[in-house]
């Protein structure tokens, strides 16, 4: 999906009234008409007027319309009743305005009310992109030529894209890998109407989903702020080197620590004690720890009611990282998205107390006689749920 279409879409969700139609040849003056402006329909008096016009009078508002999320015009809406007209039109859209040309015969335009006086335009002119607008509202090309009527429920894969771009437009820098991760978790969450309960049953499949959709975000991001940068040439090959690290080191660490955050999340449906980052033995860090510090450094706190989590995104080499990390707890355990690890390291793992938990989704990337050994990450929650129950 186009991002001014998405950004159109935003607006309609958002809007009081909206409406939509295709630019036609008298709009534009090539039919050698004198009419001004876009004629608009009687049925969609609302967008314009807090009443409809009245034979035989002429009324009139100013407005600023916001057009393609850039430039703001002071633009008029008048009907004209007197004589023997009867037609509402949208006016004063200025000399320079872009989208007010023969070549715009057949566009599509969008004029959303978000406030009282403050409209967002949008005109859409490639097929795809005036398809991708009518179907997120099922709308037909004749259907057109009305007020749009917002249904109630969205695609949730449309939902998703829509949000992605307003969250996008929120921000003018690169937001933090917590703002990134929330970010896209919670366009999920709303595109699919999730309760906590819903994310604890099917807490495998949601975690997926929202790093598959943080990856989506983050590479949204990287074209809006990179994009023109990419186009153009460099002018040495350090430039370029330099330019590439930076967006090497971003993708790099934003995974691991998105990873605890999306982690977190699911804990926090399932109800869970945990606390994240507890300072250990020599200053040790683990991911997660169960129910949390103050149980841990408790000497009278069973230590069979303690669970320490490492979250690695993958582990074929760093799996030994956990071994030191909490003392009190003999088995650790470590959440990764490695599909599959060979049988050697596997039983090495499990030699030195190291429960792997994984997406149940990846269990079969493991060999066979190790899958009943490994958790899947529902799994872990009921673990942790009856040592806390």
């Known amino acids: 999906m186009n991002e001014m279409t998405g950004y159109a879409i935003t ?42 016009g009245i034979k035989g009078t002429n009324k009139d508002r100013f407005i600023k319309i916001r057009w393609q999320n850039d430039f703001e015009t002071v633009s008029r809406f008048i009907y004209y009743g007197s004589g023997t007209r009867n037609e509402y039109r949208l006016t004063r859209l200025g000399k320079n305005f872009l989208f007010f040309q023969e070549d715009n015969v057949g566009d599509l335009i969008i004029i959303c009310q978000i406030d009282s006086d403050d409209y967002s335009g949008f005109i859409l002119s490639a097929d795809e992109d005036i398809e991708d607008f009518l179907a997120s509202f099922s709308i037909s090309p004749d259907q057109t030529n009305r007020l749009i009527e917002k249904r109630n429920f969205y695609e949730p894969e449309v939902q998703i894209k829509v ?20 970010g896209a978790r919670e366009c999920v969450i709303r595109s699919y109407g999730l309760s906590d309960e819903m994310i604890n049953k099917e807490a495998d499949k949601w975690l997926l989903q929202w790093i598959d959709a943080e990856y989506k975000l983050f590479k949204a991001f990287e074209t809006k702020f990179y994009g023109d940068r990419l186009r153009t040439p460099f002018e040495s090959m350090d430039e370029l080197i330099a330019f590439s690290n930076t967006l090497l080191n971003r993708r790099k660490s934003r995974a691991g620590k998105s990873l605890e955050h999306h982690l977190a999340r699911i804990f926090t449906c399932a109800d869970l004690r945990f606390e994240a980052q507890v300072v250990t033995e020599d200053n040790k860090k683990p991911d997660f720890i169960f129910p949390g510090g103050r149980e841990y450094h408790d000497k009278s706190f069973p230590k069979d009611k303690l669970v320490c989590l490492g979250a690695k995104t993958t582990c074929k080499d760093r799996w030994r990282q956990v071994l030191n990390e909490a003392d009190n707890v003999p088995v650790k355990h470590l959440f990764t998205l490695q599909q599959g690890i060979s049988r050697n390291q596997l039983s090495e793992m499990y030699h030195e107390n190291v429960c792997l938990v994984v997406p149940a989704q990846y269990l079969n990337s493991f060999v066979k006689e190790f899958q009943s050994r490994i958790m899947t990450l529902s799994g872990f929650t009921s673990f942790v749920k009856e040592k806390q129950n």
């Not at 809007?15 to 876009?38: E, L, M, P």
């Open 11 to 52: 607006a309609v969700n958002k809007a009081r009234y909206a409406f939509c139609k295709f630019i036609s040849a008298n709009d534009v003056g090539a039919t050698g008409a004198h009419q001004a402006g876009f004629y608009i329909p009687k049925n969609c008096w609302p967008l314009m007027f807090d009443a409809p």
């Open 163 to 182: 949000l992605f771009y307003d969250f996008i437009n929120q921000h003018f820098d690169f937001p933090s890998t917590s703002t990134m991760s929330d």
